[in-house]
């Protein structure tokens, strides 16, 4: 879905984030796979393949694609057998917060990344004057997705897109991905063997999907183009300011602030649902890591990624803001944080519970079968730790003399067996 880090990032959380994936999302969507869900096997004739592409030929004919351009695109056109063979093995297990955040904001990514800044600091500030988005936050979008242009993909995206659409599953998502690609081509911005990404269709130094490329890149230099493919990333972090400010950015307001919790808080009160000023937060004892209360950046809640044992984020809007790009709660702490150490910030203070581990699908929907048997109702058995489950959690944390931080780890669901 992106760059070797980030194959695993648009898939993986350490915890589940409760916004919904919006289809405005500049990378695809994770497809959450379950056993006995393969429809087909990777290996198809191309006679099969072919006849599929005869069919959308006439449908993307329909939506304006001219015959001259469908058949330059689709030239050399290929079944990509190890497309499918990656999205089918998409491991079960997730990333650890911790182990994610020790390869995306790692020393390395925070040097490189402030050389890219120091680089590019022209081009940046002047992204930054018109989008109003920091350029250290662009920078480290950049970094997460592409590792600064170093990893933007190579794979053909026609031949990808067109093949994860055939295969059916999400069929139609990566059908209108491979019109909107289409359309990229027909208006002259890129040539077809020159449009390359991502296995999963993202593309460029920020990993635009097609669709996204259409409603939000833009043409920084006027020069005709909106090009987010060459060595050049001008128009790729112009497209992402853009991207982010079309989706509220506030210049000014940190995307989160870590926080140490007093004894005795009432975890009841973390999550996305509650706001509240950063005084009343004060007034509860909330403090950055340097002891003062967290100046006043507007309404923010608090966030456990780890549970009560692991780092504690005061967030704020912005948090919200990068979580359009990628939904999982690590990804927009790894953008956040990184773009903190790229200004110039401190490492987080806070440990991890590191002996921890995440849970397989199939452990998840066992803690919910068992936390409802037990008196817990999580009100269904899907797999996922939404508000519901992290309630039943909380309930049967307390009657054990556990924090009640809602947080699923693997001590939970060994309590229940």
Request: with cysteine; aromatic share 10%; glycine share 10%.
């Amino acid at each position: 879905m992106r760059f070797a880090l980030a194959v695993v990032a648009c898939i993986v959380t350490a915890l589940p984030s409760f916004a919904v994936a919006p289809d405005t999302a500049p990378r695809p969507k994770a497809r959450l796979l379950e056993p006995g869900s393969i429809a087909m096997t990777a290996s198809v004739s191309n006679r099969t393949f072919q006849r599929w592409i005869d069919g959308f030929r006439t449908r993307a004919l329909r939506q304006g694609i001219r015959p001259d351009v469908f058949a330059s695109a689709f030239d050399n056109v290929r079944y990509e057998t190890d497309v499918i063979e990656r999205d089918r093995n998409q491991s079960e297990f997730t990333k650890q917060i911790w182990d994610y955040l020790d390869s995306a904001v790692s020393e390395t990514r925070v040097k490189n990344g402030r050389a890219a800044l120091r680089e590019h600091r022209g081009i940046l500030t002047e992204i930054e004057a018109r989008f109003g988005v920091e350029a250290e936050v662009v920078t480290a979008v950049w970094g997460l997705e592409s590792a600064y242009g170093a990893f933007k993909g190579d794979t053909p995206l026609i031949s990808a897109v067109a093949t994860l659409a055939f295969d059916g599953r999400r069929g139609k998502f990566f059908e209108e991905q491979l019109v909107a690609a289409l359309k990229i081509i027909q208006q002259g911005d890129v040539r077809p063997r020159d449009m390359t990404g991502s296995w999963a269709g993202a593309m460029g130094h920020t990993q635009f999907i097609p669709t996204s490329y259409l409603a939000y890149a833009v043409d920084f230099r006027g020069d005709g183009k909106r090009d987010i493919w060459s060595d050049d990333p001008t128009d790729a972090l112009a497209s992402t300011a853009a991207y982010l400010q079309r989706f509220g950015w506030t210049k000014g307001q940190p995307w989160g602030v870590e926080v140490i919790l007093p004894r005795g808080f009432n975890y009841d009160q973390t999550g996305a649902r509650i706001k509240k000023s950063p005084a009343e937060w004060a007034r509860m004892g909330v403090r950055d890591t340097s002891g003062r209360p967290v100046p006043n950046h507007g309404r923010a809640s608090i966030l456990l990624p780890a549970g009560a044992q692991g780092t504690a984020f005061m967030i704020f809007d912005n948090f919200h803001v990068i979580e359009r790009y990628n939904t999982a709660d690590a990804y927009v702490i790894g953008v956040g944080h990184l773009s903190d150490r790229i200004a110039g910030g401190a490492a987080l203070k806070s440990g991890w519970p590191r002996d921890d581990r995440n849970l397989r699908f199939s452990e998840r929907q066992e803690m919910q079968q068992r936390l409802t048997r037990a008196g817990f109702d999580t009100k269904g058995v899907d797999g996922i730790i939404g508000p519901n489950t992290i309630a039943a959690i909380r309930a049967f944390q307390r009657s054990v003399g556990m924090t009640p931080d809602g947080y699923a780890s693997y001590e939970i669901l060994r309590r229940l067996r």
